[in-house]
């Protein structure tokens, strides 16, 4: 691997433990605020994202190379509304999706085969991630203030399961 596709591939392991870090910290004002469901949902992507950079972390030494990990940053803990939590997920996936592409071109440019074949799973898993979160944005949106059909969302986001959300977890 080159130098440079293993400093981007670190740094996208410091990327996924943010988004971890993130999703933890959107699970937290949610059921703070007692919407439980969403919160379990955010519970596990948080999880989802931890096992994504544990993807990379393996892969990182399966190709026999030193991992040497970075601090995470603080993440947002201050949210509108749960559809301004579920806005700011969104933002984040899409922005990891951006990096996932530029790592991907990297690898390419640089003919790091191995790196792009990891990289692949990646891009498959932000499209789905990205419509999952668009998907609940978009419900948001549709129900506005009317509690009850908060409360209805909430219960439908609580029911989420290990397939059932952004991701399926592989490499979890
Ligand atoms: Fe691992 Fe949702 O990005």
Not at 107 to 128: C, D, G, P
């Amino acid at each position: 691997m080159t130098k440079s596709v293993l400093e981007a591939i670190t740094r996208q392991i410091t990327a996924e433990f943010n988004a971890s870090f993130s999703y933890l910290a959107m699970a937290a004002w949610c059921e703070h605020h007692k919407l439980m469901g969403a919160g379990r949902w955010l519970r596990m992507q948080s999880q989802e994202e931890h096992g994504h950079a544990m993807k990379l972390f393996n892969f990182v030494l399966a190709r026999d190379h030193a991992v040497r990990l970075q601090g995470v940053e603080q993440p947002r803990s201050d949210f509108d509304s749960v559809v301004a939590v579920f806005e700011a997920a969104l933002a984040q996936e899409q922005e990891v999706s951006r990096n996932i592409d530029a790592l991907y071109e990297l690898a390419f440019t640089e003919k790091v085969f191995a790196a792009m074949t990891e990289l692949q799973w990646f891009i498959t898993e932000q499209v789905e991630e990205e419509k999952s979160v668009r998907e609940i944005v978009a419900k948001f949106h549709m129900v506005k203030d009317d509690p009850a059909s908060i409360l209805d969302l909430d219960r439908e986001l609580g029911a989420r399961g290990p397939e059932a959300g952004a991701g399926s977890g592989e490499g979890a």
